[in-house]
């Protein structure tokens, strides 16, 4: 979908990779070896963002004792592990859950303890079987209220969403879910026509957040990877197919060229969550033993030193055009340009017209 329809549906696919997954033993906290550092991060709404609390109705997320909005370290670590994951080719984190065999939770962890790389740099639990990641995240902290909470607008939302069953909307297990941007939306995009909704209060676009990041032991493909999924891409050029744009053959292809951004949080289907990531300083320590003998080796990078490091480091990725990059990207990419709108859910109408996509989810 959108074949032959005048609206996208909120949400494409990106194909893994059918390599099989590689393992490594990780080196552990006890050990004084690799790359150590801290990176500090900031990032802007570029559409509203709403991170919820769970409670109904749903609230912005926030501090016990200050009562202001913040990002929990959690939802961070999460977009930027699923991403890693991707990139990375490496297995999900969580048993039980709907994608392909290759990737699942014991693909993490080979028979003699190695793991792939992100459960070596973000973590690895499967029972009595237990890996602390050597990447942790920091809370993402409220840096330019734009304009203060109390003045954030209010906008109703749809709940509930196809399940894996439903197979038009989950066409095969081996592809990760994604959201188009709404590229420059000030505003929610209302539901179309349906009626279970929640009310939710995000962070208005031009809202700022900082947060930092630690490692320890990272391994130079580590680091590598970490990198580039917190910065991405500012210059990417995507072209879509007319198969990819729902058209005949016959008509031509279209190629945008933009940066690459990240989508946080919930309400992502109208148009939350688009935001740009930086990372503003990088503390790099390459050999934590000198801490030991006086002489600490540590290292600052910013401003156009630290372009140049991240440029150096996120190239392999930049460079790579398999269909899991490509894929990626076209999902990614935010311009204004992108003739992939308007972009909703369908409607209950639309369900009733079509017989061929069935309402309930087939078994």
Known sequence: MPERNHFWNPYRWVRVSDRAVHHDAPEYHHRLSGLSGRLWCEFEALTPVFIGDGGTPARFVRHARSGQPYIPATSLKGVIRSLAEIVGNAAVPFG??????????????????????????FGYLDGGKVFAGLVRFG???????????????????????????????????????????????????P??????????????????????????????????????????????????????????????????????RHKLGGAKPHGAGSVRLRVTKLKLQTDPTT????????????????????????????????????????????????PRCPIQYPTYRWFQTRSQVPLKPTT
């Not at 014991?106 to 303890?113: C, K």
């Not at 954030?152 to 994604?178: C, I, L, M, T």
């Not at 490692?215 to 990877?225: G, P, V, W």
């Not at 490091?309 to 204004?336: S, V």
Request: hydrophobic share 35%.
């Open 96 to 121: 039980g859950v709907h994608v392909d065999e290759p990737h699942r939770l014991a693909e993490a962890r080979a028979l003699d303890g190695a793991l792939d790389i992100a459960a070596r740099m």
């Open 139 to 189: 809370d993402a902290e409220l840096a330019e209220p734009h304009p203060p909470p109390s003045q954030w607008e209010q906008y109703e939302v749809a709940v509930g969403q196809p399940k894996p069953k439903h197979q038009a909307f989950y066409p095969s297990n081996d592809r990760r879910k994604f959201y188009h941007h709404h590229v420059n939306a000030k505003n929610l995009v």
């Open 191 to 260: 539901p179309a026509a349906i009626k279970q909704t929640a009310t939710v209060r995000p962070a208005p676009s031009g809202t700022r957040f900082s947060f930092t990041v630690d490692f320890t032991n990272l391994r130079d493909a580590e680091l590598d990877l970490l990198l580039y999924c917190l910065v991405l891409e500012e210059q990417a050029t995507v072209t879509l197919t007319p198969a990819a744009l729902g058209r005949s053959a016959d008509q031509e292809s279209v190629t945008l060229q933009g940066p690459l």
């Open 291 to 338: 801490r030991y003998r006086g002489n600490d080796a540590t290292e600052m990078w910013e401003g156009e030193r630290l372009n140049g490091e991240l440029l150096r480091r996120t190239a392999q990725y930049c460079k790579r055009t398999d269909q899991t990059m490509r894929e990626l990207r076209a999902m990614l990419i935010y311009t204004t340009k992108d």
